[in-house]
């Protein structure tokens, strides 16, 4: 399985900016580091993937270390509609599921 | 992206009897998958459905207790066998998009089992 790291859980105030740690040193060199989330009573949904240099698009950020074995979620105003469960993976053979971060949003 | 439609939404079922899960696309795929998510728990790969051919089951999940079709490339059903309560779980259809290494995977709302 490709294995990730990630903190069971973390919180946030509203409006304030989030990063979500994520380790994969098992990571190969042409494998695209993926995020999803999973709000509460849905199917997970796309978030943002990247392979070596950092991405942004509509819903984050995603910063990507120099050596590929860890990278970063950033939401940059969390909202109450944020609060979900962020999982990192990277697709090996195929897409496996880590324990993924349960994000609280406080209001 | 893709639209998935999976049926049922939510089931309560007895134990011993079988269900089947269906999964439909808007737009054809090759890359379909199940998963499967206990209570509190992440997801599990369970396997990839094949077209036209027999599923690819990961370790830890049979043919015999899930059975999958995938009779064209926008349909697909897993079957839970004989349930027992150990069996409820939110069951997930998915579809990969995109190429090479860049896919991304779409997800359907899912199944919630319960069996009593």
């Known amino acids: 399985d490709a294995k990730t790291t990630q903190p069971n859980s973390m919180e946030s105030n509203e409006e304030e900016p989030v990063h979500l740690p994520c380790n994969h040193s098992?990571?190969?060199?042409?494998?695209?580091i993926h995020w999803y989330r999973q709000l509460p009573s849905q199917g997970p949904e796309y978030v943002i993937h990247?392979?070596?240099s950092n991405v942004n698009n509509r819903m984050a950020s995603l910063a990507i270390a120099e050596d590929r074995k860890s990278s970063t979620l950033i939401l940059h105003r969390a909202t109450l509609r944020d609060a979900a469960v962020y999982y990192c993976?990277?697709?090996?053979?195929?897409?496996?599921f880590g324990t993924g971060t349960s994000l609280t949003v406080i209001p | 992206s893709a639209v998935i439609s999976q049926k049922p939404s939510r089931d309560i079922c007895q134990r011993g009897t079988s269900l089947t899960i269906q999964c439909q696309v808007d737009?054809?795929?090759?890359?379909m998958f199940w998963y499967r998510q206990q209570p509190g728990q992440s997801l599990t790969l369970i396997a990839t459905?094949?077209?036209?051919?027999?599923?690819?089951?990961e370790s830890g999940f049979v043919i015999d207790k899930f059975p999958i079709s995938r009779p064209n490339l926008t349909f697909s059903t897993l079957t839970v066998s004989n349930m027992s309560p150990e069996d409820s779980s939110i069951y997930l259809c998915?579809?990969?998009?995109?190429?090479?290494?860049?896919?991304?995977?779409?997800f359907g709302a899912g199944s919630r089992l319960t069996v009593l």
């Open positions: 098992t990571i190969s060199g042409t494998d695209y």
């Open positions: 993976i990277f697709k090996g053979n195929q897409f496996y």
């Open positions: 998915s579809v990969e998009l995109g190429s090479s290494g860049a896919n991304v995977l779409t």
């Open positions: 459905a094949n077209q036209g051919s027999e599923a690819t089951y």
């Open positions: 737009s054809q795929v090759t890359m």
């Open positions: 990247g392979l070596t």
